[in-house]
């Protein structure tokens, strides 16, 4: 289904970026204007042009004691119209707290998108994305406004793309427990002498398991630990360097839609339970550099040891992460999971620890709740 262009939408902050005689924006009647062109013609002057440049001139140019504006001055400001203002309805605020039982409004779809004109909840999403017709801004204001759905949002209109995109919670366990037992074994068997790469003979751990040592069994167990430890550092380091890349990312439909894949629609439906963990698809692919790092500044006995620890505490985070927005929980996980909402409902700038807040301390992100 092809996907109307519709007329640009900017927020104030974008017009407030605009207020030189090089870049002259204005804003009146909730239509946003480039007027730079005409700042040289204007009969009052540039002077009084540009002392409201990156401003709403509504008010101003109804005032009589300055200059009532005559309808064709109107008319002719028209000529210079580039889009209008978005909402700037906001649900996350300051105040907000997560009670211990969390179960927000379902969003009602096409009032949604009469107000907001952002994307149509109703239709699939990746081709509005890629088609949309709003600024950086304006989508980095609406994506972080939670929406909610009884059932997941389609991203795609055919279902053999669409099914990829979501995955139930205990695939992630399913797909990579098996691995990460595979390489924690593999890493204490090559501790003892060379085997054969996991493609030649990806079962041999397993019809050696009656080999291993204690010796390979306590140089292997250090290793898994740093593992661990080495994940809690690329949680938090993706989830704020990469997943919210917000002041970098350009201002470009290409580059918004692979935000809003990566990340951005996880901040828009937080409560989507078929979108809380990732596919396996994505976290293969994030993974990929950072295992063949591994392999080339460790030893592979070592190496695969701090992989099988970073993919078991992956592990952890992902059934982690899917907890805490739809389970209940003990004491510390209550804690966390009241952080976690935080997150998406107080402060997305704030908070980027999922199973814990050590590294918001250490960077000073720690979000209070």
Known sequence: MAVTKRVRIYTEEDVANHKSAKSCWITSRGKVYDVTGFVPDHPGGDDLILEYAGTDVESIMKDGDSHDHSDSAYDMLEEYVIGRLGTDATVVRDDWEAPDDFHPEDTNSAEDFEKTQFLDLRTPLLSQMWQANFSKSYYLQQVHQPRHLQESA????????????????????????PITANLFLRSMLQFNGPIPTFLSNPLLPLSLTSTVTLDAFAKTLPCFFLGNFIWTILEYGMHRF????????????????????????HHYMPMDRLRLVMPPILFGILQAPFTRLAYILFPTPVANGIISGSFAFYILYDCMHYALHHTKLPAYLRHMKKYHLAHHYKNFELGFGVTSKIW??????????
Not at 171 to 176: A, R
């Open 242 to 265: 990469l997943f919210h890349i917000d002041e970098f990312l350009p201002d470009h439909s290409a580059f918004l839609t692979l935000h809003f894949l990566l990340h951005g629609i």
């Open 154 to 177: 389609r991203l795609f209109a055919y279902d053999i793309f669409e099914v990829c995109t979501r995955t139930v919670w205990y695939v992630v366990p399913l797909v990579w427990l």
């Open 360 to 369: 918001d301390y250490v960077f000073k992100t720690v979000l209070p709740v």
